[in-house]
T-cell receptor
Framework: DAKTTQPNSMESNEEEPVHLPCNHSTISGTDYIHWYRQLPSQGPEYVIH???SNVNNRMASLAIAEDRKSSTLILHRATLRDAAVYYCILLNFGNEKLTFGTGTRLTIIP | SQTIHQWPATLVQPVGSPLSLECTVE??????LYWYRQAAGRGLQLLFYSVGIGQISSEVPQNLSASRPQDRQFILSSKKLLLSDSGFYLCAWSVLGLTPSGRAQFFGPGTRLTVL
């Protein structure tokens, strides 16, 4: 499985945008970029995913580099409830298995 | 809308005792179902997944087994628990076509198991 690299931790001020980076230099043409987050003592929550084009939904935006070797999850206005571990995962179409790494622990400062 | 249930929410069991954790999904048909475990301070590890009734794939050798007796029911079992079986057990489901492309997975609330 292609691997992703994320910073171990990040901090952001409340009500400011947050940009969470992910490197995936060995991504293949059929790998989708998925983002999940896990709040304390809860199961992971699907956030967003994309293939080549930037994606937006009610939770976040996903910006994908033109060469697809990196991506950035954008939280437009962080709240305290966004404090969580964020996982960037590559999922090959047809492969049903998510492989979770260590993710980025996001701390929101009031 | 789809919902996923897991029970019990928490469980404390002695070493050597049996285990049965249940997961059910509502509001969808023929989902893929998954069991994950998260040991304390560690990442999630996929244990089993199922693409249909009676079809189980095991990802790692372990003391656990899984069964899918019905389309939307997934059960995780053990005959004799070990201390190392302690952890946070999560069930998840996915359905092709729910999102525009690829399969997003949706997780249940989890069961926190402590083996003493």
């Amino acid at each position: 499985d292609a691997k992703t690299t994320q910073p171990n931790s990040m901090e952001s001020n409340e009500e400011e945008p947050v940009h969470l980076p992910c490197n995936h230099s060995t991504i293949s043409g059929t790998d989708y970029i998925h983002w999940y987050r896990q709040l304390p003592s809860q199961g992971p929550e699907y956030v967003i995913h994309g293939l080549t084009s930037n994606v937006n939904n009610r939770m976040a935006s996903l910006a994908i580099a033109e060469d697809r070797k990196s991506s950035t999850l954008i939280l437009h206005r962080a709240t305290l409830r966004d404090a969580a571990v964020y996982y960037c995962i590559l999922l090959n179409f047809g492969n049903e298995k998510l492989t979770f790494g260590t993710g980025t622990r996001l701390t929101i400062i009031p | 809308s789809q919902t996923i249930h897991q029970w019990p929410a928490t469980l404390v069991q002695p070493v050597g005792s049996p285990l049965s954790l249940e997961c059910t999904v509502e509001g969808t048909s023929n989902p893929n179902l998954y069991w994950y475990r998260q040991a304390a301070g560690r990442g999630l590890q996929l244990l089993f997944y199922s693409v249909g009734i009676g079809q189980i794939s095991s990802e790692v050798p372990q003391n656990l087994s899984a069964s899918r007796p019905q389309d939307r029911q997934f059960i995780l079992s053990s005959k004799k628990l070990l201390l190392s079986d302690s952890g946070f057990y999560l069930c998840a489901w996915s359905v092709l076509g729910l999102t525009p492309s690829g399969r997003a997975q949706f997780f249940g609330p989890g069961t926190r198991l402590t083996v003493l």
